[in-house]
């Protein structure tokens, strides 16, 4: 497939971009009460809410991409251990049985990222 070697910059400006949309949205809809999302309860869930309304758009941007894609992926880690792992379905293994799974890629994702840089089309240079 190395003819679509030269497409992988902007398949992975398209990834960080679309990425980070989807990201804000969750933490938009934490905020405000939309998208089928509850409010919050606690200070942690505000937070989480936080990290997620901005740092999805920092990401989606391309704006000190690292710094926030790396504590985005830390948040989906914690949210998916409390929230998933130990909290609805307790000690389910599998992301698939606690219902974690966006949890786990939006972690993984972020951690890509984090990795990555912002590469094409984003504020950050490199």
């Known amino acids: 497939m190395n003819a679509l070697k030269k497409f992988e910059p902007t398949a992975y400006a398209a990834l960080r971009i679309v990425f980070g949309f989807l990201f804000a949205c969750h933490g938009v809809g934490k905020f405000f009460g939309l998208f089928g999302q509850a409010r919050p309860d606690d200070v942690l869930q ?69 990795c990555r840089g912002a590469g094409k089309w984003g504020v950050d240079k490199g």
Do not use: D
């Open 46 to 114: 505000w937070t989480g809410a936080g990290i997620e309304l901005v740092g999805g758009v920092l990401i989606m941007l391309g704006l000190m991409t690292q710094l926030a894609a790396f504590i985005s992926s830390g948040e989906m880690a914690v949210g998916y251990f409390k929230f998933h792992y130990f909290g609805s379905h307790p000690h389910k293994f599998f992301p698939i049985q606690n219902k974690g799974e966006l949890a786990v890629i939006y972690c993984f994702v972020a951690l890509f990222i984090a």
